[in-house]
């Protein structure tokens, strides 16, 4: 899975900057999700980490016949390692038989005493969709890139059930 692999190998080194490469294209004012299985909206974007950025280029011009560095500034979509998911965030699922609610939620950060990405937790609840009403069908905990790789395939494979 090609979106978890990029978080996973900026979250190995803490000296990593953001990255240019992001794990879903933004397309003006939307995610682009929707072959997810449960897709995300636009402003999801926190929780993916997923930023608006100045960046700076330094070029060489020759002005006069000496050469100068110029700065130029411009603006683009950067990815981050924090994925965030928040307590209260719903979620449902492309088929709009299912939804996810994150009930308790811990963002993923840098832990300096042990040098590693601590990877967050989330604790949520599943819910089946039927005549556009909502059955609870089990409450789950994961870290945070589980929850990120439920909500791309929709497989409950990195969760451990809990009892609600």
Known sequence: MREIELIE???LNK???RSERLITPIMLDSLKTECWAFPLS???RDALD???TEKVTTIKK???GEEVKV??????WTQGRVIAFKDGDFI???VRDAAVQVEFAQ??????LKDIMYNGSVIFKLYNIQSGKYFLSGKHECDQLAFLAFLITGELKKTNEISY
Do not use: A, E
């Not at 700065?71 to 683009?76: A, N, T, V, Y």
């Open 15 to 17: 000296r990593v900057k």
């Open 71 to 76: 700065q130029k500034k411009h603006m683009l």
């Open 42 to 44: 636009y402003g999801f």
């Open 92 to 94: 449902i699922n492309s």
């Open 107 to 112: 963002p993923m950060g840098w832990d300096n």
């Open 62 to 64: 020759v002005i006069n």
């Open 9 to 11: 190998k900026m979250t």
């Open 50 to 52: 997923i930023r608006f």
